[in-house]
């Protein structure tokens, strides 16, 4: 528990960074797990709710979150945009902030927005635009994709997210918007089974 506390000490200043050597910038990926580790092992919630608010501020305009921020370049990782999804969700979970979240839903709806317009009518999506990176063990970083375009990886981030999206939307939003994720998660999980 000690190293991780000290990582963790190493890697949160006035932001989170990935690593306190080589890259030293705030990628949702990173940033997500670091906040919820400052949540449970210390309580705090302020550097995870600045992380979450500023990762809100780099929202382009076809509802991608930047995959690095603050920076003065821009750079995409369609999965980043709903691990910050996953964000607002863990902090809705630790701080019950309902006005934060109500305040981001906008940008949530955003994101969602993009990756909804990629679903197919079985709710699978197709593979997004720019770098789909996911983990270093693959070629380029990025998800295996079959000769149709379906990736489980890409689906797999797109499901959680619109469990969150509904939860979120319930607690500070639209009971409509909440349903209305739900019923598309429902409608994507039991395809997901079947074709993966």
């Known amino acids: 528990m000690t190293g991780i506390r000290n990582t963790l000490r190493c890697c949160a200043h006035?932001?989170?960074i990935d690593c306190p050597y080589y890259e030293e910038s705030q990628f949702p990926g990173d940033t997500r797990v670091q906040a919820l580790i400052?949540?449970?092992?210390?309580g705090d919630t302020r550097l995870g709710q600045q992380a979450t608010r500023q990762f809100a501020?780099?929202?382009n305009s076809e509802g991608f979150i930047s995959a690095r921020y603050p920076t003065n370049s821009r750079y995409y990782i369609p999965n980043y945009s709903l691990y910050w999804v996953g964000m607002l969700y863990d902090y809705m979970r630790y701080a019950g902030d309902s006005a934060f979240i109500a305040e981001h839903l906008p940008v949530m709806h955003h994101v969602l927005g993009y990756f909804e317009r990629l679903a197919r009518p079985d709710g699978s999506l197709r593979l997004p635009a720019y770098h789909n990176f996911v983990d270093w063990s693959f070629p380029r970083g990025e998800a295996p994709v079959d000769?149709?375009?379906?990736?489980?990886?890409?689906?797999?981030?797109?499901?959680?997210a619109l469990q969150w999206a509904a939860e979120l939307e319930a607690y500070a939003g639209d009971p409509?918007?909440?349903?209305?994720?739900?019923?598309?998660a429902e409608r994507?999980?039991?395809n997901l089974k079947a074709r993966y």
């Open 14 to 16: 006035e932001t989170f």
């Open 188 to 190: 994507m999980a039991p």
């Open 176 to 184: 409509l918007r909440a349903a209305r994720y739900r019923q598309l």
């Open 57 to 59: 501020w780099s929202v």
């Open 147 to 160: 000769g149709a375009g379906y990736s489980a990886l890409v689906d797999l981030h797109g499901l959680p």
């Open 38 to 42: 400052s949540y449970v092992l210390f």
